[in-house]
């Protein structure tokens, strides 16, 4: 290949990415855990709301036998479920005195950490309670829907096409959906129907009431699942927030955990509400719907997160996330709500013909009640990505620029394209085995690390949770095998502080 001995021209940058930071400095970003334990607590407030309806709930008297219903004992998970949020009240209280003492007598940190942690974990973990109960009474179940999930989950790591979040945070993320977003939906629903008949039903004339039950039912399911959920993407956005880069890391971590409260669901409706229909709710729930419904409401959700990471006022940050979760609520609400008369009309526009109706009328009624969500987040993924590729490409730009070794003018070609990043990696992994392909992705990341965060210290919503480059840095060249020298950077002083 010939070269020029033509000085290289710099490219302007592009006019939508500004070139430098905000005037005052990076915005100071609090540590997450007290605003995640106060995520966590809004979800134990919402357990004592459905305790204290429950205990002054008008006591239930009705003569009729299809009623009865209503008076059978919780369930065994349930009353477990019950104990332990109480005991973690009284262990988070216990913890909090100590966190209290311990910052009066100005403790180490690390501590503090101990301890916040401590009443995160106290205030979460009953939640799990319902859903270990649902996957561990169904392992057959659930070893039948992991292979779709599996792949689904693979799907929004891939689509990534740039700067992808850690595995394990994505893992995180869909962990958290189908252990405490599906056992608080669970639990909430079930508190809902322990309570709501006593103040809704008119026992002399309960059929009356029926759809009033019914439409608040709806209400309360959308409204505790999509909380849950979103309580999710809020704790490990508030956690990890140096992970976020915007509206795609957004998408990618609300669909994880809206792919593991479908999982959950999943099993519960093949194994204990729909036991005699499981070909069909696995039809239903992981192949027609498994990128929509649960999916497609918190990728929204996720979406005005991975937005708030870019704003810089605190109103507009509340706009977007607020935005993002009411819409979950109301497509989840919506979508209950229509689906039973969506159910009927699919039956006679198929001549009450079952295979024609799972075939055919599934996915025409997931198209009506959430097409319109999967349209939202995939045309905010795309544009996303749109974004984080010009930001990407000024930063790659800026830093071959620099001379420090960690990303050259050939390479930065490379790490724009991901289809040729895809043929590298195969033809590495035939040449050089997993070995060679984990080496190749782990400098390819850390390349692309470097680039973002110098692209998000550039950004107008630039914020102390973004990492110094140096130690960015000296990971790609220890990846290369190149001994890191310090290289002056005059269009990013280095940052005073930098916060996982």
Same mark, same amino acid.
Request: net charge positive; with cysteine.
């Given at each position: 290949m010939t070269q020029t001995s033509e000085p290289a021209v710099p490219m302007p940058p592009p006019p939508s990415v500004p070139p430098q930071g905000p005037p005052d400095g990076p915005r100071r970003v609090r540590h997450g855990l007290p605003a995640a334990i106060g995520v966590a607590g809004s979800l134990s407030a919402a357990f004592a709301v459905g305790q204290l309806l429950f205990w002054a709930e008008p006591e239930v008297t009705s003569p009729l036998p299809w009623m009865r219903v209503f008076l059978l004992p919780e369930p065994d998970a349930f009353a477990w479920t019950r104990k332990l949020v109480h005991a973690s009240w009284a262990l988070a209280a216990v913890l909090g005195v100590l966190? *209290?003492?311990? %910052?009066?007598?100005?403790?180490?940190?690390?501590?503090?950490?101990?301890?916040?942690?401590?009443?995160?974990?106290?205030?979460?973990?009953?939640?799990a309670v319902m859903s270990l109960d649902t996957l561990g009474n169904a392992p057959l179940t659930l070893l039948i829907c992991l292979p779709t999930t599996g792949a689904a989950l693979l799907c929004v790591h891939r689509v990534q096409l740039f700067r992808r979040m850690p595995g394990w945070l994505l893992l995180s993320g869909f962990g958290w959906g189908v252990l405490f977003g599906g056992g608080f939906g669970i639990v909430m629903i079930t508190w809902f129907g322990r309570y709501a008949p006593g103040y809704l039903l008119d026992w002399q004339h309960p059929r009356d009431s029926i759809r009033t039950l019914y439409t608040l039912s709806s209400l309360n399911a959308g409204l505790t699942a999509e909380l849950g959920k979103a309580a999710g993407v809020a704790v490990l956005f508030l956690l990890f927030r140096r992970h976020f880069d915007g509206v795609v890391s957004g998408v990618a971590i609300g669909a994880a955990v809206g792919l593991g409260f479908n999982l959950t669901e999943t099993v519960q409706y093949m194994s204990r509400i729909e036991p005699g229909q499981q070909s069909a709710q696995f039809w239903i729930r992981q192949v027609v719907a498994l990128m929509a419904a649960h999916?497609?409401?918190?990728?929204?959700? /996720?979406?005005?997160?991975?937005?708030? @990471?870019?704003?810089?006022? %605190?109103?507009? @940050? *509340?706009?977007?996330? /607020?935005?993002?979760? *009411?819409?979950?609520?109301? /497509?989840?609400?919506? $979508?209950? $709500?229509?689906?039973?008369?969506?159910g009927k009309w699919e039956e006679n526009l198929f001549s009450h013909d079952q295979t024609l109706g799972l075939l055919l009328g599934v996915p025409l009624t997931t198209a009506i009640t959430s097409g319109a969500f999967v349209a939202v987040y995939v045309t905010v993924l795309r544009r996303g990505l749109k974004a984080q590729a010009l930001g990407i490409a000024q930063? *790659?730009?800026?830093?071959?620029d620099s001379g420090a070794g960690a990303i050259d003018a050939q390479e930065t070609g490379l790490l724009l394209d991901p289809r040729r990043r895809l043929l590298l990696e195969l033809r590495v992994w035939r040449r050089d085995? $997993?070995?060679?392909? @984990?080496?190749?992705?782990?400098?390819?990341?850390?390349?692309?690390?470097?680039?973002?965060? %110098?692209?998000? @210290?550039?950004?107008?919503?630039?914020?102390?949770a973004v990492p110094d480059d140096a130690p960015l840095r000296e990971r790609v060249l220890a990846l290369k095998g190149i001994p890191a020298t310090p290289v002056a950077d005059p269009a990013f002083p280095p940052a005073r502080e930098a916060l996982s």
């Open positions: 966190l *209290l003492l311990q %910052r009066r007598a100005a403790a180490r940190p690390q501590a503090t950490r101990t301890l916040q942690c401590g009443i995160l974990g106290a205030l979460l973990l009953p939640f999916v497609a409401f918190t990728a929204v959700v /996720g979406a005005g997160f991975g937005a708030a @990471r870019a704003l810089s006022g %605190r109103r507009d @940050r *509340l706009l977007v996330v /607020g935005g993002g979760a *009411l819409a979950a609520i109301g /497509g989840h609400f919506a $979508t209950d $709500t229509v689906m039973p008369q969506l930063a *790659l730009r800026a830093e071959a085995g $997993t070995a060679g392909l @984990r080496h190749l992705l782990r400098l390819q990341q850390a390349q692309l690390d470097l680039a973002t965060q %110098r692209w998000h @210290r550039g950004g107008p919503g630039a914020d102390s």
